[in-house]
């Protein structure tokens, strides 16, 4: 088994990621060596603990180490406040100790919830991150932010809490439906269209290969992702500056989501995709980027079947004015003021903590009327 070990280098609480085709039937050694661990929690959910659940426990069998689990309903819906206290519950319950691991087995959702739920649970259990969607494998799995949503908006619940180690099995990407691949996709091209240009123009060319099966493609594009991530949050793990542009095209696409009542109706990655599309749409209009590369980053989406407009999402029933109110609850609002992440041009992402509200307001305007004609307020 060929695997790619990458270091997060913090203080006080390193971390590897380890990238390959079967890490998870290795995952009870790999846990194993973690000070110890004899007994782990496993929080997963129904569609993926009917695929791989059986594969971990085997393998943690196989490395002496107890396991009991919990298993939640698929989807962001259960990124709540009400599932949160049905987990904590059942991780009581089951006598969880402090010496004790979390396992989150499952996409973003399962990784935000259950890294939230070991970060308060007696006052913080350590954790591991077993992605099994390509978002959570490039994305939400590194970093440690934890969190749920609420009414007011996405992840505003939550803490920073770095996982001891993160086991990114390629090969259980091969049992996802396209929509999710391409969620995933979303977030790797976000990268490329922050900071490295070549990375993202390769990975534009080569979305068939990344998009269609476990290669040598799909691999590369994980291992610089999670590469550039590791980077990032080594210089900045509470978001303090630098790490605020891993959001590039995020205050639109969490306004998409809350709008889209996290619903499924619009997966993250999708919302993320619009939302580039919209950041530099902003960068162009504001004459900080050539209107050329918002067309080539609307391009570069749509081509991966990826929605870059209004038109492309579904009915959201939402104005500017819904859209801007929601977004005043970002985290990176500071003042009253909206903060977002444009860029100067492909691959030179900044954080605008200056930009007119007029200007975001005309730019909805504009897209929600190109769009699928959605309610006015």
Same mark, same amino acid.
């Given at each position: ?173 091969? &049992? ?25 123009? +390769? ?22 992702? *999670? ?31 809350? *709008? ?15 939302? *580039? *599309? ?20 609307? &391009? +570069? ?77």
């Amino acid at each position: 088994m060929s695997v790619e070990r990458l270091r997060v280098d913090l203080a006080g609480r390193a971390y590897d990621i380890v990238v390959g085709a079967g890490v998870l039937a290795d995952a009870g050694r790999e846990i194993a060596a973690l000070k110890g661990a004899r007994r782990v929690f496993i929080v997963s959910d129904d569609n993926v603990a009917k695929r791989h659940l059986g594969t971990l426990t085997k393998s943690l069998d196989a490395a002496g180490i107890a396991h009991e689990a919990a298993i939640l309903p698929p989807g962001e819906a259960s990124k709540s406040f009400g599932v949160l206290e049905q987990l904590t519950g059942q991780m009581l319950d089951a006598n969880i100790e402090r010496g004790d691991l979390v396992v989150a087995l499952g996409g973003g959702v399962i990784g935000d919830l259950a890294g939230f739920a070991a970060g308060i649970l007696k006052r913080g259990l350590d954790y591991v991150q077993v992605p099994t969607t390509l978002l959570a494998q490039v994305d939400s799995s590194v970093g440690g932010k934890t969190a749920i949503d609420v009414p007011q908006g996405k992840n505003l619940v939550g803490l920073f809490h770095q996982p001891s180690l993160v086991l990114a099995d390629t090969a259980v990407l091969d &049992t996802l439906p396209v929509r999710e691949l391409r969620a995933g996709y979303a977030e790797i091209l976000k990268y490329g269209l922050i900071g490295d240009a070549a990375f993202a123009v +390769w990975v534009a060319d080569n979305s068939h290969a990344i998009l269609s099966a476990s290669g040598a493609e799909r691999t590369k594009a994980i291992v610089t992702s *999670c590469r550039m991530k590791a980077r990032v949050v080594e210089a900045d793990e509470r978001e303090a500056g630098q790490r605020a542009l891993l959001n590039l095209g995020h205050t639109f696409a969490h306004a998409i989501e809350a *709008c889209a009542g996290y619903s499924g109706k619009v997966l993250h990655g999708e919302a993320v995709a619009a939302g *580039c *599309c919209l950041a530099f749409d902003l960068s162009a209009q504001l004459g900080l980027s050539p209107a050329e590369d918002a067309t080539r980053v609307r &391009t +570069w989406f749509a081509q991966a079947g990826l929605p870059a407009s209004f038109a492309d999402l579904p009915e959201l029933g939402a104005s500017e004015d819904d859209l801007i109110e929601i977004m005043r609850q970002d985290k990176k609002a500071s003042g009253g003021k909206l903060v977002f992440v444009l860029a100067r041009g492909v691959g030179r992402a900044f954080v605008a903590r200056d930009v007119d509200e007029g200007a975001v307001r005309t730019l909805l305007h504009t897209a929600l009327a190109q769009g699928s004609s959605p309610k006015r307020s």
